[in-house]
């Protein structure tokens, strides 16, 4: 069993930058891949990131590659997700999992095996 709790979020402008913060607790942290999720209002939810177990690796949707960077601190059980040149469409909520196959680049929901309870990120026009 892992728990994950994302923290982070709030109201940011357009064009500004957020980092958000996911702590795991539980079992071997470091032997997850971790990745970050985002569900808007009435849509479903979309990958953004991962990042291999060893933090060597990581994967972006399009719609963030070269804006976002998934990073992690297995000394810290922290796996973080910097969010620069924020647009309004990048408003959600923010979730973190963690993937017990450790290093697949995988970015269906289904795959993962824990979440986090989410973290709103509200980007102003």
């Known amino acids: 069993q892992v728990q994950l709790v994302e923290s982070g979020g709030g109201l940011v402008q357009a064009g500004g930058s957020l980092r958000l913060f996911c702590v795991g607790s539980g079992r071997a942290f470091s032997n997850y891949a971790m990745g970050w999720f985002r569900q808007a209002p009435g849509k479903e939810r979309e990958f953004v990131a991962v990042?291999?177990?060893?933090?060597?690796?990581?994967y972006y949707a399009d719609s963030v590659k070269g804006r976002f960077t998934v990073s992690r601190d297995d000394n810290k059980n922290t796996v973080y997700l910097r969010m620069n040149s924020l647009k309004p469409e990048d408003t959600a909520v923010y979730y973190c999992?963690?993937?017990?196959?450790?290093?697949?680049?995988?970015?269906?929901?289904?795959?993962?095996?824990?979440w986090g309870q989410g973290t709103r990120v509200t980007v102003s026009s």
């Open positions: 999992a963690a993937d017990y196959l450790p290093s697949t680049m995988r970015i269906m929901t289904s795959d993962y095996d824990y």
């Open positions: 990042i291999n177990w060893h933090g060597s690796d990581t």
